[in-house]
């Protein structure tokens, strides 16, 4: 069962637990890096299969730590499986996870700066336990960006994957769902209380996975899109016609057919995908 797809069955088969790794680097969680890891490998097991299969393509990790989600990536169908952390430390204890094949890639960075589109060849999915203080907008850059994933699979703090798959109506329905939900299919496939986590957070977390839609919205259109949302959500208790004054006000709801005094949190993304479109120029 821990052979991969390239008959992988390196050193994941006779490493020491997390935990002894850990203690046998002498690591402990820092909080200005948002760790809190998984240690358990029947739950890192179960995220990857959440997130494949992967029949061969890379996958991306970020913030791998003391590599719980690594070991499970090592052990799937992925063909590469490149790691980006921030937190030097932990690369020593990573690079024994390396066979040797070039299968494993290692990169010492801040995800929020790295540039994807070098680091794979081809369509490549993202799979990350993130770094709470990080996650939106590492999510945003994902969504906005130059280079889009294949899939990607993520664990957020349960409120922030709540305001990834809301429906307009509920109280989490804000521009988080309206950017994520206009690019992707996403829905919420893992609830994980915080006592999965070592040491566990103050709140409980959930993983959502997200798939890019045939449909998404060219970079002009998300820029748009990201106006409107962020002037009717920054004034989400009033009516589009005063929130979306500086862009047009009550004409602007009307070119794109939408009542001027409907609240934000009741226009569904074709709405806010007709407002983004009858926007004047800039
Ligand atoms: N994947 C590990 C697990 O599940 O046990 C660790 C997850 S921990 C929540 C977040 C990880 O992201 C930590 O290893 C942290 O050092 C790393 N990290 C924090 N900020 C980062 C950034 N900007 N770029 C890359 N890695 C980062």
Known sequence: PLRGRNGYDGPVTDLPSLREQLDAHGLSAKKSFGQHFLLDLNVTRKIVRLAGPFEGRSVVEVGPGPGGLTRALLESDAGKVVLVEKDPRFLPLLGELDDGTGRLQIVEGDALKVREAELVDGPAHLVSN????VGTALLIKWLTGPWTPHAL??????????????????????????????VCDARIVLHLPAAAFTPPPKVASAVVHLVPRPDRPERDTLKRLE??????????????RSSLKPLGGAALCEAAGIDPEARAETVDLAGFLRLAAALPTV
Do not use: H
């Open 130 to 133: 993130l770094p709470y203080n």
């Open 153 to 182: 699979t993520l664990m957020f703090q349960k409120e922030v994957a709540e305001r990834v798959v809301a429906a307009p109506g509920d109280e989490a329905y804000g521009r988080l769902a309206v950017i994520s939900q206009a």
């Open 227 to 240: 106006r409107v949302t962020a002037a009717a959500f920054g004034q989400r208790r009033k009516m589009l």
